[in-house]
């Protein structure tokens, strides 16, 4: 039944592909299908209603007949009210998730749902990240196990490697089925972050504005991020925070930064700046952005932080060139006044002993330690120089 898929892409369009019929074990056969909303959105002119009457007209059009599971996942603060309605109405259970954490959460549904239900059954994604984040992962389960798979997206994946049983571009999936008539039970809204369900909109909506759920945004984070490192985790929200429950996010460690719309990014760009000073690739420091409008931000980005990693080079190279005269000055002094008691402190913070002689022998003058012109950091040029000071100094 399963055929082997390894498909180059041509581009942001979808073409139409050669079907499979279900076999006997797989036409009455469960189906569960995980939906990106964010990469599949419900396109303009189309009712929330027609998306389990598409999916499920599609499936019944090569045989397949079973049960059909739906849960769309994104974020559902930015979801209109009569979608999130249609949705329920038609079955469509909906899971609030953040960008960055959404293919993280599909891929656990889907493993708990595996759990349940032992092949023959068939999975479904609709997303266009299965080539980057669920590839592999999927490679190993199929070979252990002998679901189905059914792929739909937005963009066609530049390579897959999996054993695809039907696939279909997302739009060309949304028919013009009408809506599935009738209400159906069963569909609840999830909160993914804190373990919250609801099957009633207006409880649903509550909460995601309730301080409750404001406490979980570092949780969330602190969890998607996990995996590439255990270091601390600083956050600032920036936006404005009018209607906020500042408190709630307060209470976690996250920082609070009120801005405008107009000076939201700029905000953000010149505190990114200021932070990668402070915490220098050596540090193997992470930046992370959570926004919809990441190129805002990117534009420059790159050449600003590289021209900052420059200067500091620059300035690290000054110090050591520094520090290693002091250290040389340190131990000249030591052999001359072997009972001065000198400090190291005294000499490499460049700080001048009061009591010390100033008249030095003519026949140590050698040993004083010479300057080289590459030992000088480029960036103490004469320009730099008091006004007031020689700038030929006499010898000794």
């Not at 159906?184 to 373990?195: D, E, L, R, T, V």
Request: net charge negative; with cysteine.
């Amino acid at each position: 039944m399963l055929r082997q898929f390894i498909q180059r892409a041509s581009g942001d369009f979808c073409e139409c592909v050669h079907r499979m019929k279900a076999t006997a074990e797989y036409a009455t056969a469960n189906i569960a299908v995980w939906w990106d909303m964010k990469d599949c959105p419900i396109p303009e002119g189309y009712e929330a209603g027609q998306v389990r009457s598409s999916l499920e007209a599609a499936f019944k059009e090569q045989g397949y007949s079973g049960p059909v599971s739906i849960t769309a996942y994104g974020d559902q603060t930015q979801t209109p009210d009569h979608i999130l309605k249609g949705l329920l109405s038609t079955g469509v259970s909906v899971a609030h998730t953040k960008s960055e954490s959404t293919s993280y959460f599909m891929y656990e549904d889907l493993v708990k749902w595996r759990r349940l239900n032992p092949p023959p059954a068939t999975m479904m994604i609709i997303s266009d990240q299965v080539g980057d984040k669920f590839t592999w992962d999927l490679v190993r389960l199929q070979q252990r196990t002998l679901y189905n798979f059914f792929l739909a997206y937005s963009v066609e994946p530049e390579y897959m490697v999996l054993s695809i049983s039907e696939q279909w571009c997302w739009k060309k999936l949304l028919s013009s089925s009408p809506p599935a008539a009738g209400v159906q039970g069963g569909a609840m809204f999830y909160c993914k972050s804190c373990n919250y369900n609801s099957e009633y909109l207006k409880k649903f909506r509550k909460h995601l504005s309730s301080y409750s759920h404001s406490r979980e945004v570092r949780p969330s984070i602190e969890a998607a991020v996990k995996e590439l490192g255990d270091g601390p985790v600083s956050i600032t929200a920036y936006g404005d925070h009018k209607h906020t429950p500042l408190q709630a996010l307060s209470s976690t460690g996250v920082d609070i930064a009120h801005t405008v719309s107009d000076v939201t990014y700029s905000r953000m760009f010149s505190d990114m700046l200021e932070w990668h000073r402070n915490n220098p690739p050596q540090t193997a420091a992470i930046i992370m952005l959570i926004s919809d409008n990441v190129e805002i931000l990117d534009c420059g980005l790159d050449d600003r932080i590289s021209a900052l990693e420059t200067q500091m080079t620059a300035q690290q190279a000054g110090y050591e060139t520094q520090k290693r005269l002091n250290e040389q000055m340190m131990e000249m002094m030591k052999r001359m006044y072997p009972n001065k008691g000198l400090r190291s402190s005294e000499i490499s913070e460049g700080h001048v002993p009061r009591k010390f002689p100033m008249q030095i022998p003519r026949k140590i003058s050698s040993e004083l330690p010479r300057i080289g012109p590459s030992e000088i950091s480029s960036e103490y040029t004469e320009d730099v120089l008091p006004s007031g000071r020689p700038r030929n100094f006499p010898t000794i």
